[in-house]
Structure formats: structure tokens, C-alpha cells
């Protein structure tokens, strides 16, 4: 019970030290950084066919393939992330730092499966399929939305970290000059 009072007193940093250097010195850093705008592109692109399509009836071939190619991103951020996230954390999903993010995330990697097995089936119908399709990007805009709230928080707490360090290393050599 004293662990609960003290972790909600001081919450847990979304980075330990280590977490942080195991973060900044893997490849799959570097991939998820690519990958992210690569598959947001591809969802705006692919919201303006699917949106097109709804409204007039033409290029629904494009619009399938656009939202296709975004679940395949989806899916390789995904497997990469889970690998990213062993590597920092130790667990390839629901590490503390990231649970709700990884959560949601389920929930639109259902949706575009969803999608998927809607178009390998034909049922719904296409308009149906496009529906379904704009239902899954608002879950992934929500979910993306998360991980850059979580970025931002990131980096507001490892300034805060690092502004502390430097306050207190410049307090420490005037306090021993006094004592």
C-alpha cells in the first residue's frame, strides 16, 4: 500500500534514465520516426479519396488502394513498434509508459482489419466500406493524436530533468563554498 501512496505522489517518469539512453540508441528509434509521418501522409491522401469517392462516386479504386496501403503501414508501425518498445522497455506491448496509447492502438488495428476483411468479403457495400474506413481514421487520428501528446510530454519532462541537473549542480559548489 505505501508503494501506491509514494508512486502517485511522484509519478512515474515517462523514461527512466535507462529507458531513455536504450531509446536514443536503437535503429528502431530511427524507424518509427520514419514511418509515422510516411503513414500520416498516406492518411491524408487517403481521407481526401475516400471523402472524394463518398461525395461523387469516383475513384473508388484509388480510395481502396489508399486505405490498403495505410493499413499495411498501420501494421508495420505496429510490428516495429512493439519491437521498439521491447527494446526500450522490456515488453513488446503495454509498457506502463505507453498502456493507454497501446490500447487504442488495438482498437484501430481492429477497424482497419475490420476494413480488410470487409473488402476480401464485399460486405458491406463499397459505400459501406468507405464508412468503415473514415471510422477507423478518426481512431487512428485520436490514436496519433495521443502518441504526439506523449512526445510533447517527453520532452517537457526531459527538459524539466535536465534544468533541474544544471540548477542544482550550479547550487552545490556555492553551498560547499560556504559551509
Known amino acids: 500500500m ?16 535507462e529507458e531513455r539512453v536504450r531509446r536514443d540508441s536503437t535503429r528502431w528509434t530511427l524507424v518509427q520516426g520514419i514511418l509515422a509521418p510516411v503513414q500520416f501522409f498516406v492518411f491524408l491522401v487517403s481521407v481526401v479519396l475516400v471523402v472524394r469517392f463518398l461525395q461523387t462516386g469516383e475513384g473508388e479504386t484509388a480510395a481502396t488502394v489508399s486505405i490498403v496501403i495505410k493499413t499495411l503501414l498501420l501494421y508495420t508501425i505496429m510490428i516495429t513498434g512493439c519491437i521498439w518498445e521491447k527494446v526500450v522497455f522490456g515488453c513488446y506491448l503495454f509498457a506502463p509508459s505507453f498502456f493507454w496509447e497501446d490500447m487504442f492502438s488495438m482498437m484501430v488495428l481492429a477497424l482497419h482489419t475490420t476494413y480488410l476483411f470487409a473488402l476480401y468479403t464485399g460486405n458491406p457495400s463499397v459505400h459501406g466500406q468507405m464508412v468503415l474506413a473514415l471510422v ?26 535536465t534544468q533541474q541537473a544544471a540548477l542544482s549542480s550550479s547550487i552545490l559548489p556555492s553551498q560547499g563554498a560556504h559551509a
Open 136 to 161: 477507423a481514421y478518426v481512431t487512428y487520428a485520436i490514436n496519433a493524436g495521443q502518441f504526439l501528446l506523449k512526445l510533447r510530454a517527453a520532452r517537457l519532462q526531459h527538459a524539466k530533468t
Open 2 to 17: 505505501h508503494e501506491n501512496v509514494a508512486s502517485s505522489a511522484s509519478p512515474r517518469p515517462l523514461y527512466t534514465p
